[in-house]
């Protein structure tokens, strides 16, 4: 009796002082954010942005797991503003998830609010970016997250770590390229350049001495962490005779996949290992389109940046990579589906097995009527205006108050919870007769929601549309990751393609493509009460319609409850 008492003691302290330590090593990481107009010269010109603390890319953020993450956003610029931390969790935190209207009022100019929320279960490359408008072509930035003290990665410890972030620039103010486009109903102005880390490199004009170098010795292993914060396009990502190793997708770790190409959407992350081992010299790294929507115009350019090896003869020319067509889809659909979830990993959990909530949502473009103006007119096909949707409704933020408020404080008229489990209409969605069918191209706006239970489960098969066109879409859910159970193309069919649902390793994302003209499955539990937006991350579909919002239920206890909104959340 005596030895069982001194056991449950032993255990007992030994669990204290393990909790100790894990709050010992867990700290509080704070930054300022100034947002303000700066200006800065880009093919051959000098251009006003929009930035934070002078720099594009924004500053990093380098946190570990567990610790609580503070910044002070003071919002110096002309426009309204709001920081979203893209892949984080938010757990009882959603007042700081940050999309406008969404989870929060707007940072008014002249204006500051300060962000706190602790990130845990998750190791690995997010970022944050501004939710207004069209700010986050220059408004971003990456969030890195390491293991906590004693712990390690899953893979050998690389020599060096260095984001990669792929965006894309205007000659233009971004915010009058998109309302531009808003206020006809067409498409908005494509960009000029694509960029790395903030560099378009030497194929643009004036750009030779703008191109982004990464300095690399000979035989050591680098760990990039590769962003895609464009706005409107997917991009391929190569390095001339190198391949790369696939250890983590959107702050998930994975089997090691090895590649010579990453094909990335907007809004995702990946991690790769880059081994130095090929003959000292300079190489490109290059990121050029995959546009996937047939007959649709693109920014058909591609940027470069160099890796060059201490010991290189100099001067040498980089060698060029074979690039992939813009139109590769076999090689973007080989590398989204053969990546596989890390079972081993620190976080993982298995993909649930029984689900609550079953869901059909196609996606797609649309039209909405042009209006009854006199003076209306409409940029977009048959005389009306571009919109986009899901299940046939085509979302609309609301404007007097953020729809968590609403959730949290009960009031009504700001968003309604009939969003619907299916399309109001079955009928060939990959057929691109169906093109321009007047019968299902029209949509109307409205705020409608998915309402769910805490802790339920949820199914999605999202289902591309060949409506006004059919392309790839990457679809973000906030506040989770999901199981991307299985892809593929066509129609769905339950019959047949329910047998490939990988139920062992499935990879774990928050940013999915759905395969142009195809499917995808995913699951996620929802274990976190608040409201949290899904949609298109291509910033043209995201204004036109194509989103919803889960507002989950507050759990039955007060661990597992909302708690109330910060006292200085920015007021409407």
Request: aromatic share 12%; hydrophobic share 40%; proline share 8%.
């Amino acid at each position: 009796m005596r030895h069982q008492v001194f056991l449950l003691f032993a255990c007992t302290i030994i669990a204290i002082l393990a909790s100790c330590s894990s709050l010992v090593s867990a700290k509080v990481v704070e930054h300022s954010f100034h947002v303000q107009n700066r200006t800065i010269t880009r093919l051959c010109r000098r251009q006003v942005i929009t930035a934070v603390n002078g720099s594009l890319p924004g500053p990093t953020i380098r946190v570990k797991e567990g610790d609580t993450l503070v910044v002070h956003v003071y919002n110096l610029s002309p426009y309204n503003l709001t920081i979203h931390w893209h892949g984080v969790f938010q757990l009882l935190s959603g007042w700081a998830d940050g999309p406008e209207f969404a989870t929060q009022c707007p940072i008014r100019p002249g204006h500051s609010y300060t962000y706190k929320f602790k990130i845990t279960g998750q190791e690995g490359t997010l970022w944050w970016h501004a939710h207004v408008s069209w700010l986050r072509a220059t408004v971003h930035g990456a969030l890195i997250i390491r293991p906590k003290k004693g712990h390690s990665y899953p893979f050998p410890k690389p020599y060096r770590e260095v984001p990669i972030l792929l965006g894309e620039w205007w000659n233009a103010n971004v915010v009058d390229v998109e309302n531009a486009a808003l206020a006809t109903g067409s498409a908005p102005n494509n960009s000029n350049a694509y960029t790395i880390n903030g560099w378009p490199g030497d194929l643009y004009p004036c750009s030779v001495n703008q191109t982004y170098k990464l300095k690399v010795k000979h035989g050591k292993t680098y760990l990039l962490r590769i962003i895609n914060a464009a706005l409107n396009n997917q991009l391929f990502f190569k390095i001339a005779n190198h391949k790369m190793k696939v250890v983590v997708v959107d702050a998930a770790y994975t089997d090691p996949y090895v590649t010579d190409v990453v094909v990335t959407g907007p809004g995702q992350t990946t991690d790769v290992l880059l081994t130095t081992d090929q003959l000292p010299a300079s190489y490109y790294m290059t990121a050029n389109p995959y546009a996937s929507a047939a007959g649709v115009p693109f920014d058909n350019t591609t940027t470069r940046g160099i890796v060059e090896y201490e010991d290189a003869l100099l001067p040498s020319t980089p060698i060029m990579p074979i690039l992939p067509a813009f139109n590769d889809t076999p090689t973007a659909h080989k590398f989204f589906t053969n990546i596989t979830g890390l079972v081993t990993g620190p976080f993982w959990n298995p993909p649930p097995q029984k689900v609550d909530e079953h869901m059909f949502i196609t996606i797609g473009l649309g039209l909405t009527a042009c209006g009854k103006s006199r003076n209306a007119t409409c940029g977009g096909p048959n005389g009306q205006r571009f919109s986009a949707s899901m299940n046939n409704a085509s979302f609309q933020f609301p404007d007097k108050i953020s729809m968590l408020e609403a959730f949290f404080y009960n009031v009504g008229g700001i968003y309604t919870t009939d969003f619907p489990d299916k399309p109001p209409l079955k009928f060939d969605y990959t057929n691109p007769n169906n093109s321009m069918n007047p019968a299902i191209i029209m949509t109307k706006k409205s705020t409608k929601v998915k309402k769910i239970k805490f802790n339920s489960t949820v199914e999605i098969v999202f289902q591309n549309t060949a409506l006004i066109g059919i392309e790839n879409h990457p679809i973000h859910l906030h506040g989770f990751n999901f199981h991307v159970l299985a892809q593929g193309f066509g129609n769905y069919n339950p019959a047949v393609d329910r047998k490939k649902f990988n139920f062992v390793n499935p990879q774990e994302r928050n940013t999915i493509g759905v395969p142009v003209g195809g499917w995808s499955v995913i699951r996620f539990r929802a274990n976190n009460p608040g409201v949290w937006l899904m949609h298109c991350h291509l910033d043209v579909h995201l204004p036109w319609g194509l989103a919803t919002a889960f507002v989950v239920e507050n759990g039955p206890t007060l661990s597992t409850m909302l708690p109330p909104p910060p006292p200085d959340l920015p007021k409407c």
